[in-house]
């Protein structure tokens, strides 16, 4: 089964400052999706940002954008003019292709605190 | 609202016992994901469903059962239930072609 690895499990930035988290993830397939879903003290799973395998053009969602290394199986979180609201538990997931159960694989997660 | 809903939102019950979670895909929704997300950790893959078949199984205990109905909406049943079954258990739903899960506000379990 693919892996999906989050190395920093706490990560600090200062308001109005950019912060990057990391995740890298295992495969052989070719054809997948890669999210980074949001968890505030809600608990709610809130989707930020998604990327197609296929596409090698960065995804970007306002101040959120991604670097997406195929090769190196790498796809970091870049959170930029970060607010106290973006404080959250981050989880990088990894989605199968529709042909290979397309089922869907988290990492452990990032702890992000913004600080004032 | 996400239009996943999960019933109930908290449970708390005794080791030993029995007790089903239950899903309602959003509309249109084929396929269901079961989720287990213990205190402070990541959320580790139970089961998926797809029409009403099991497409894919994770680590889900021998204790734990789910099946998705014609109408869609899914349930997860935990027997046995252990102390470290104490968890936050979510549903996501996704649509065919679809890449993104959207996912329930969870079921909060406490056993005691």
């Known amino acids: 089964a693919q892996t999906v690895t989050q190395s920093q499990p706490e990560m600090s930035v200062q308001e109005a400052e950019t912060v990057t988290l990391s995740c890298t993830y295992d495969?052989?397939?070719?054809?997948?999706?890669l999210f980074w879903y949001k968890q505030p003290p809600s608990r709610q799973m809130i989707l930020v940002i998604r990327?197609?395998?296929?596409?090698?053009q960065n995804a970007t969602e306002n101040r959120f954008s991604v670097n997406f290394q195929k090769a190196a199986k790498s796809f970091s979180l870049k959170i930029s003019d970060s607010q106290l609201g973006d404080a959250a538990m981050y989880f990088c997931?990894?989605?199968?292709?529709?042909?290979?159960?397309?089922?869907?694989?988290f990492g452990a997660g990032t702890r992000l605190t913004v600080k004032p | 609202d996400s239009g996943v809903t999960q019933t109930p939102k908290h449970l708390i019950t005794a080791t030993g016992q029995r007790v089903t979670l239950r899903c309602s895909p959003r509309?249109?929704?084929?396929?269901v994901y079961w989720y287990q997300q213990s205190l402070d950790q990541g959320l580790q893959f139970l089961i998926q469903?797809?029409?009403?078949?099991?497409?894919a199984k994770g680590n889900i205990l021998e204790r734990f059962s789910a099946q998705q109905f014609p109408d869609l909406h899914s349930e997860l049943n935990l027997s046995s239930l252990e102390l470290g079954d104490s968890a936050l258990y979510f549903c996501?739903?996704?649509?065919?072609?679809?890449?993104?899960?959207?996912f329930g506000a969870g079921s909060r379990l406490t056993v005691l």
């Open positions: 996501a739903s996704s649509a065919t072609g679809a890449n993104v899960l959207t």
């Open positions: 469903y797809y029409n009403g078949e099991e497409r």
């Open positions: 509309s249109g929704d084929l396929s």
């Open positions: 997931a990894y989605r199968s292709p529709p042909y290979n159960n397309n089922d869907m694989r």
């Open positions: 990327q197609e395998a296929y596409k090698q």
């Open positions: 495969t052989s397939e070719s054809d997948y999706y």
